[in-house]
């Protein structure tokens, strides 16, 4: 038998979440980061304390010791109070997969620790100025000289680039040919106060505001031998091992995006009028609304069941997490349309938080593969095609 209940641990963890982001992302806070585009440091401090970030990391390392389904949970519950405020609390931590999966012990208990206490920060950097979807197609390289390795190149959209002390990134270590050229690519850890290290942060940007999003500078960046992570040559395939792990997370921010905007949506259009009677009492609304609830449903499904399956496998199912992470996108980009919509005027000031999750939701569709790769992953799933 199918079974779509969560246990009462996992309740338990769906209400403290939803606490938290209903005390703490208050909307002056949200509007001040987004209009500012300022990173809440006091709220991740907050957060981090209660261990929402760190639920899934083991407890050995000062994690939650939970899996894949009670992040989604966390991640679900944040993201349909305040999508930019909940991706600046729950990426912390972002690429810690790598590490835990690949990483040596001596890097592990120097920093997973300091993770999941809130006292360090990470980032994941492999995208270029010109390598985004073409992820193997990075120029960024690492040479070795004596006992070190020495970083040259520049990574463009880093998440906490300017706020992170430590970044996972990926760099070629070899020549190879253009068909062979994701054999080339290593993992290093590189501690962001090395000299040569440069983050600027990208102002600007459409949705995500409280997040730190930078362009990061290696400039003869020289790192210990012992800061490769994982095997030479293996970098690409932890990575793609990575986003089946974490599109199910940007899955759940966009399943909790479209039911934060519905909700929007349900009560202004209870309480505002139009000829004389509610706007919920109009069928074409009506209906609107039932679609939409119906393919916000069908996307959470379609998420849990990816995270489960990770939980049932002990590792993820790339196509469902491909799935995943493209439907529920276009179904948070769908519904914060209609729900801008439906606010009308009103909802193209940012003073309603509708314009916020309208901007927010957009960038589900774009990081960690934008859709179309991650149609691409599912039709080659299909076709069979490796
Ligand atoms: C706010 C933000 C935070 C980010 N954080 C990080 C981070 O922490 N670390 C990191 O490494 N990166 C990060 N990124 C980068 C992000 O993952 C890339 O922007 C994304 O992968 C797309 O790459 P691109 O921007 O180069 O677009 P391109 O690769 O140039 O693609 C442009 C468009 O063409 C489409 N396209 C490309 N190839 C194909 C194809 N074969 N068939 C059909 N369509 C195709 C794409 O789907 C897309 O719609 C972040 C980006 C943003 C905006």
Request: charged letters at 25%; aromatic letters at 10%; hydrophobic letters at 40%.
């Amino acid at each position: 038998m199918v079974d779509f209940t969560f246990t009462e641990e996992q309740e338990d963890i769906r209400r403290a979440a939803k606490e938290f982001a209903e005390k703490e992302f208050t909307q002056e806070l949200a509007m001040e980061c987004d209009r500012e585009e300022k990173y809440p440091r006091e709220l991740v401090k907050k957060c981090a304390e209660l261990g929402f970030h760190a639920v899934a990391i083991p407890e050995e390392y000062g994690g939650g010791g939970y899996g894949p389904i009670e992040q989604m949970i966390v991640m679900e519950e944040f993201s349909a109070v305040n999508p930019g405020l909940a991706i600046a609390c729950l990426t912390p931590i972002f690429g810690v997969e790598i590490l835990l999966n690949h990483g040596s012990e001596e890097q592990k208990e120097n920093w997973i620790p300091k993770l999941c206490s809130g006292e360090a920060i990470m980032g994941m950097a492999n995208t270029e100025p010109d390598a985004g979807s073409d992820a193997a197609s990075i120029k960024t390289k690492a040479t070795l000289d004596g006992d070190e390795w020495v970083l040259n190149g520049t990574k463009q959209f880093i998440t906490n680039g300017t706020v992170a002390d430590f970044i996972l990134v990926t760099a070629k270590t070899k020549e190879l040919e253009w068909k062979d050229r994701h054999k080339a690519i290593t993992y290093f850890l590189v501690e962001t106060d090395r000299e040569g290290f440069k983050a600027t942060k990208i102002t600007g940007k459409l949705g995500i505001r409280a997040s730190d999003t930078a362009e990061i500078s290696l400039s003869n960046v020289r790192v210990p031998k012992g800061n490769m992570v994982g095997e030479e040559g293996k970098g690409f395939y932890y990575m793609m091992e990575f986003f089946d792990i974490t599109r199910v997370w940007v899955a759940a921010q966009a399943v909790g995006i479209a039911r934060g905007a519905l909700k929007l949506a349900a009560d202004y259009v209870k309480q505002r009028k139009a000829f004389g009677v509610p706007l919920a009492s109009f069928q074409y609304i009506q209906f609107r609304l039932a679609e939409l609830a119906t393919k916000i449903e069908a996307a959470r499904t379609l998420t849990y069941r990816a995270a489960a399956i990770q939980v049932e496998q002990g590792k993820p199912d790339s196509m469902l997490s491909s799935m995943a992470k493209w439907y529920a996108g276009e179904v948070a980009v769908e519904t914060c349309d209609w729900a801008l919509q439906f606010h009308g005027g009103y909802g193209y000031i940012d003073e309603y938080p509708i314009n916020q999750f309208y901007r927010d939701a957009k960038i589900t569709e774009i990081y960690e593969g934008a859709k179309e790769i991650e149609k691409l992953i599912v039709a080659r799933h299909i076709l069979g095609v490796k």
